[in-house]
């Protein structure tokens, strides 16, 4: 079992910064790859960035430039810098992680941005 809490989220003016945590306890030595997904109201659930225990990373188009994932292996925790926020970011933040084969959740954080 791997558990997954996600903090960091909140309001923020277009062009602000926002930086989220996500930090993992449990089952972690098997975790390969861990990332951040959202869930903008009406829409489905999609990949904003995912990084592997050897720091491949992959990210979505629309964050590239302007988005920063860092995963510290030793404190079990993985952050998401957000900067340059736009409107279309508003949505739930999901930390995410794979360990044998299981994907794993946390219960999401809110990241809305006005204009």
């Known amino acids: 079992q791997v558990q997954l809490v996600e903090s960091g989220g909140g309001l923020v003016q277009a062009g602000g910064s926002l930086r989220l945590s996500c930090a993992a306890s449990g089952s972690i030595a098997r975790i390969n790859v861990i990332g951040w997904y959202r869930q903008a109201p009406g829409k489905q659930r999609e990949l904003v960035v995912t990084i592997t225990s050897n720091g491949v990373t992959n990210y979505a188009d629309s964050v590239k430039g302007r988005f920063t994932i860092s995963r510290d292996n030793a404190k079990n925790t993985v952050d998401l810098q957000m900067n340059n926020l736009k409107p279309e970011d508003t949505a739930v933040y999901y930390c995410?992680?794979?360990?044998?084969?299981?994907?794993?959740w946390g219960q999401g954080t809110q990241v809305a941005v006005s204009s």
């Open positions: 995410s992680a794979s360990s044998r084969n299981i994907i794993y």
